[in-house]
């Protein structure tokens, strides 16, 4: 089993900053974990990939290139996503999401609200 729990999500001005963390646990997070990835989710659309990283590669939605960043802390479990010059338009329920052993697993989301 593997456990996502994400926080550091909340209200900001347009322009501010804010840093994700989603922490692993369970009995099957580990060196298994290959890929971990960000979605995001606003209201009445679909999630979509925010960016991801599997071992040296990360990988970016066009929307957040230069402006976000996915790091991985393996020693703690916990991957983040530094994300700086926020927009309204970022808005939405950000969610981690673990690939291990074939197996999907996602947290249960956390909240950006950006004010214009």
């Known amino acids: 089993q593997v456990q996502l729990v994400e926080s550091g999500g909340g209200l900001v001005q347009a322009g501010e900053s804010l840093k994700l963390s989603c922490l692993g646990s369970?009995?099957?997070?580990?060196?298994?974990?290959?890929?971990m990835g960000w979605y995001r989710q606003a209201p009445g659309k679909q999630r979509e990939l925010v960016a991801q990283?599997?071992?040296?590669?990360?990988h970016y939605a066009d929307f957040a290139m230069g402006r976000f960043t996915i790091s991985r802390d393996h020693a703690r479990n916990v991957l983040y996503l530094q994300m700086n010059g926020l927009k309204s338009e970022d808005t939405g329920v950000y969610y981690c999401?673990?690939?291990?052993?074939?197996?999907?697993?996602w947290g249960q989301g956390t909240q950006v609200t950006v004010s214009s």
């Open positions: 999401k673990a690939l291990a052993d074939g197996r999907t697993y």
């Open positions: 369970g009995s099957d997070f580990g060196s298994n974990v290959m890929v």
């Open positions: 990283n599997g071992g040296s590669v990360s």
